[in-house]
């Protein structure tokens, strides 16, 4: 709870500080990260029984916190934090004369996510998609004198109607079919009511949609092309783990006799099918960025199969994926923020010519294919792992079907390193066009320390997952 | 205080290594002489002071878990380490017999360039540390990932001077032929957390297992063990390995390293007893072993390669003590290895270094006069290793004849014979290279300084004097060993055995061997009197032999050459054919999808919609009509 209010009122605050601060100012981001300490000091004393502006009768009407509430809320400051850091620069660059407005739509998007964290009504699900999603149009334009931004915005707009549309559909029949907006009275719901089955798997289309997933994916790759880079970093990392948490507390509200035998089959076709999609396109893309659209497609389908496994070692799996995935793919945005342009051929010899920029995203794409001793081999196992515990007869195929993608996506990913580390750069005078900025320090000693953290998972991962229980 | 204090024991080499490693270029002769060694010596003083503070009586071991390691599902294995007599006894072999080694390394290696010499000591200290976790390790996995650090170090030692081709095929090969054995261990250890879930030492009970189960187990690890310890059937790289520095061959090939077997035998001795075959075979394998590898020492001309033969021959006894059941006799035999060994592995550096790098016998000759402390070293360590009463070879390797004599007489006949032959070998060698006249063309030999010459000593006192550690009562003496292991080991075995056969028995059976000894002993030092003679005869029993018994032609005709012809057979037609098409299909496959799917992606607003509509409409029927199927059956 704290974290929402302290997260709207920065971004209230901020917004109007525009008003004062016209031109790029450092005050800006110093406000900002200040903003961001507060939140994680008041979220953990939040989970830890201390307790301000709390309304209690809102407790279980809106909102339900568990320890996985706090514990993942921390893990969304925090990588908003990184986030932060590690792009403050060019979140001032991007449009000079609204950075005041970009960190308050920054913090608008987070206080949607802290209500997609803990929502326990439909109504306060509704409000949370919306107050995430409708800033995020607004940042995915905010290049205004780039043609493609436009076009992304607008795309990102559309189609998100589109499944605005679809969401209050759903949430709408399930009122129907129920009279409560609340989640918990499903319990009862009749399986056989056809309004209530309708408006169930409408909300479930609709958050798919959100996380971007086959056959809901098709905005992905134009929108997370043409929005600025940075924002497509923050779209890609916090906004998908948490409208997959969302969609992990969706799920698990519903009993398991309402969702019916048929579920599983529909999210083994979804897991299958945004696998395919996203790393088979991944596997032609000349650019990088674009790449990285695709492949977080591909592993926004491993991060489902926690919806389908549904156990505990899911949530713990689903964590720890989360965190790895969101940290790597961090490292890898703030490394291309540094490129003009990024195809492939632009990190020829980077090895030679940026050694620790190369270490850092070797680290970060080996994590991303699941390479022992980075955290994403331990998110891949887990994950891979509660889906075989799960039972049923599909859940070996399923595994299997997984590893064969993995095994896939290592050819993109390292085609990056080959890139780097076995490719001489051309000495032909092009070469002056492409630019690669040099890190600056305290983008290396944050990146140092996330692949440290990346590396550390891969090493202990039940440090992260013992917080769950204690 | 014990937990912290028993973690720093390895985490302080780790340091080290780190320290090492990371600032190798910036740092000087001095700065990584002391890291490196400073680490190790707190370690040893470490192990030393846990050694006299914790009892060891009681019979449950202190096992102090740091935190929660691998906890997936219904596999719980935590990082836990385990102290108890036996630990405490390798943990001061190691420590001690390393810091010695290391002291001396700083010498010998000081030719080196400055980050060569600090990568050289970042190596050693990764060694420790990860011997140390092998042997600290309270469950298998914890031992499994010392056991492959040690195997990395090893490979990465052996191949030091990487630029010769030959020194990296020798480190390869090391690698290579673990890397089997540590296949077999490692199946040995996913069949035992398959049956019984967990790994830790203590849990591991042979009743909770079918006897199949123990027989399989126990002779997957026995290859394991093999791997490490160089027995047959895989000891070929461990003569090959002398390529690395002498210090590394006196270290990891001698002193420490290869009794990692048998290490992993003695604290598995609960599962390995309850498996006879395997205990049996292991007692074959050690006396072959032990008897192969001291014929091929006799003809070696390198003096490393006759101690790295006799180092393959003596762990051929230990293997042989495990196997009859005298789990204290193998301990007590790598106690005194140790010592021995890595003194002849010392002494052989510093005669090497005296000699700028000559290690062939046939140059050396008449060094007793230009090496004097050297050469008394060498002599107390030789006759330490020949088993001739009172040093401490003779102690332990008569506590493994004797139990093997009860166990089966023919066993002890050819363990006698090989304990003829250690002896004949040794003093071969002692006399190609200390007696007679220098056969070189070097001037001014002469010893290396204190530096060198301290660790010799103080492990030929041990070497003397070891052997005290377990005299047996027939001797006057008390078994502290055997007692300080009881609480580990269970049964005292030596009582064991004294109940078996009279003590005039035991008398006759020391005598004996001794007898063997001591005529060998002076059969050799007869024939080498006069050197040049003696090397010029005997060569058609020299070619036999240099052809190591035909193993060669063996490994070629049961290994290379059916490989060879698999792997043509793979390769030409297999791979060409079949594979590179199927792998070319499924580029092209994928590519074809890769193309199909990206023309769905044109960019057009109102294409996606109908698509999402269409996957929306399509999971809906599925979804309806998948209940009404349901719903009609149930």
């Known amino acids: 709870m704290n974290a929402i209010i302290i997260a709207s009122l920065g971004a209230i605050i901020l917004m109007l500080t525009n008003l004062f601060f016209r031109k790029r100012s450092k005050l800006l981001s110093v406000f900002a990260l200040l903003v961001v300490i507060l939140l994680i000091v008041f979220n953990t004393l939040e989970g830890q029984g201390l307790l301000f502006f709390y309304p209690a009768s809102l407790n279980s009407a809106f909102f339900q916190f568990s320890n996985f509430t706090y514990l993942f809320n921390n893990v969304l400051i925090l990588t908003f934090l990184i986030y932060i850091l590690l792009n403050k620069n060019y979140l001032l660059l991007i449009n000079p004369d609204h950075s005041a407005d970009i960190y308050a739509l920054l913090f608008f998007v987070m206080t949607g996510c802290f209500l997609l964290t803990s929502y326990n009504n439909l109504l306060s699900l509704f409000l949370g998609i919306e107050i995430m999603t409708i800033p995020l149009y607004v940042l995915a334009g905010m290049d205004k004198k780039n043609q493609k931004s436009n076009e992304a915005s607008l795309k990102y707009f559309l189609l998100g109607a589109f499944s605005t549309c679809i969401l209050l559909m759903g949430i709408t029949l399930l009122y129907g079919a129920t009279g409560s907006f609340a989640l918990n009275p499903f319990n009862t719901l009749n399986t056989t009511k056809l309004l209530g089955q309708v408006g169930m798997l409408f909300i479930f289309f609709a958050l798919l949609f959100k996380v971007g997933v086959a056959p809901f994916h098709f905005w992905v790759p134009d929108v997370y092309d043409g929005t600025p880079n940075v924002f497509t970093a923050f779209m890609a990392t916090i906004v998908k783990v948490v409208v997959i948490i969302a969609l992990l507390n969706f799920i698990n509200a519903l009993t398991p006799n309402c969702i019916g035998k048929s579920y599983k089959t529909i999210v083994l076709f979804v897991i299958i099918s945004t696998l395919a999609i996203g790393n088979f396109s991944a596997l032609s893309q000349p650019n990088v960025k674009r790449m990285m659209a695709y492949s977080s497609i591909a592993q926004a389908g491993f991060m489902l199969l926690a919806l389908y496994a549904l156990n505990d070692l899911a949530t713990q799996g689903i964590l720890i994926y989360a965190i790895v995935y969101s940290l790597s793919t961090l490292t890898i945005f703030a490394i291309l923020n540094k490129f003009s342009l990024a195809t492939f051929s632009d990190f020829n010899g980077l090895a030679k010519s940026q050694p620790l920029m190369a270490c850092f995203l070797t680290v970060a794409l080996l994590s991303l294919t699941g390479i022992p001793l980075t955290g994403g081999f331990f998110a891949k196992y887990y994950m891979l792992s509660a889906t075989f515990f799960s039972g049923g007869k599909y859940a070996l195929p399923l595994v299997i079907i997984c590893l064969i993608f993995a095994g896939i996506s290592a050819v993109y990913y390292l085609k990056v390193i080959q890139a780097m580390y076995f490719t001489t750069p051309p000495v032909t005078s092009d070469h002056a066009s492409i630019t690669i900025q040099p890190l600056a320090t305290l983008e290396k000693s944050i990146l140092l320390l996330v692949v440290i953290a990346i590396l550390f998972l891969g090493i202990f991962p039940s440090i992260v997952t013992q917080w769950l229980y204690f | ?634």
């Open chain 2, 1 to 634: 205080m014990q937990a912290l204090l028993l973690m720093l024991v390895p985490l302080l080499p780790l340091i080290g290594f780190l320290y090492l490693g990371i600032s190798r270029t910036r740092i000087g002769y001095t700065t990584a002489s002391i890291v490196a060694c400073g680490t190790v010596l707190i370690a040893f003083i470490i192990s030393l002071f846990l050694f006299f503070t914790i009892n060891f009586q009681d019979n449950t071991p202190l096992i102090i878990s740091y935190f929660p390691f691998i906890h997936i599902g219904n596999i719980n294995i935590d990082f836990s380490l385990q102290y108890d007599a036996l630990s405490a006894v390798f943990l001061l072999i190691i420590t001690g017999v390393g810091f010695l080694i290391h002291v001396y390394s700083t010498v010998y290696m000081h030719e080196e360039p400055t980050p060569q010499f600090a990568k050289y000591f970042s190596f050693l200290n990764l060694f420790v540390f990860s011997m140390l976790l092998l042997i600290l390790g309270a469950n298998f996995l914890i031992l499994f990932i010392g056991w492959e650090g040690v195997g990395l170090c090893s490979y990465l030692l052996i191949g030091f001077w990487y630029a010769k081709t030959a020194y990296n095929e020798a480190a390869n090969k090391a690698f290579i032929m673990n890397r089997v054995g540590d296949l077999s261990f490692l199946l040995a250890i996913f069949w035992l957390l398959l049956k019984l879930g967990t790994i830790s030492f203590v849990a591991i009970s042979p009743t909770m297992l079918s006897s199949t189960d123990v027989l399989g187990i126990t002779l997957l690890l026995l290859l394991g063990a093999t791997g490490k310890s160089a027995q047959i059937p895989l000891l070929s790289w461990l003569p090959d390995a002398m390529a690395g520095p002498t210090p590394v061959s006196a270290l990891i090939h001698a002193a420490t390293m290869v009794t990692a077997g048998v290490y992993m035998i003695t604290r598995n001795h609960v599962l390995f007893s309850a498996a006879p075959f395997t205990m049996n075979l292991i007692a074959c394998i050690g006396l072959l072993t032990a008897i192969y590898a001291a014929v091929l020492a006799l003809v070696q001309n390198d003096i490393k390669k006759v101690l790295a033969y006799s180092t393959i021959s003596q762990l051929g006894y230990m293997f042989l003590g495990l196997g009859v059941y005298s789990y204290t006799g193998a301990v007590f035999h790598v106690i005194t290895h140790a010592f021995f060994k890595a003194l002849l592995f010392l002494g052989a550096g510093s005669i090497i270094l005296s000699l700028h790098h000559e290690q062939n016998i046939q140059n050396m000759g008449g060094l007793k006069k230009k090496l004097p402390i050297t050469h008394i070293c060498f002599l107390l360590a030789c006759l330490a290793i020949s088993g001739i009463p009172p040093f401490s070879g003779f102690f332990s390797k008569d506590e493994i004849l004797n139990a093997t004599y009860s166990f089966n007489p023919y066993y002890w006949v050819v363990g006698v014979i090989g304990a003829g032959l250690t002896a004949f070998y040794m003093f071969r060698l002692y006399m190609l290279v200390f007696s007679g006249s220098y056969r070189g063309n070097q001037e001014g030999i002469k010893e290396k300084g204190w530096v060198i010459c301290l660790p010799l000593v103080l492990l030929a006192v041990l070497s003397t004097f070891g052997g005290w550690l377990n005299t047996p009562s027939i001797l006057m003496g008390n078994e502290r060993l055997a007692g300080f292991l009881y609480s580990v080991l269970g049964k005292k075995d030596s009582t064991v055995i004294d109940a078996l056969h009279p003590i005039n028995q035991e008398y006759m059976l020391m005598a004996i061997s001794t007898i063997v000894a001591i005529s060998s002993m002076i059969l050799a030092m007869f024939i080498y009197s006069k050197p040049g003679q003696a090397i010029a005869k005997r060569d058609t029993w020299q070619k036999i032999v240099e052809n190591k018994w035909g193993m060669k032609n063996f490994y070629q005709r049961t290994v290379q050459i059916p490989m060879t012809l698999l792997s043509f057979l793979l390769a030409q037609i297999i791979e060409k054919k079949f594979l590179e098409g199927m792998v070319r299909s499924v580029i092209n496959a994928s590519s074809f999808l890769s193309r199909k799917i990206r023309m769905m992606q044109n960019g057009q607003v109102n294409r996606y919609i109908i698509y999402m509509v269409l996957g929306i409409v399509l999971f809906l029927l599925f979804w309806f009509l998948d209940i009404r199927i349901y719903n009609s059956f149930v």
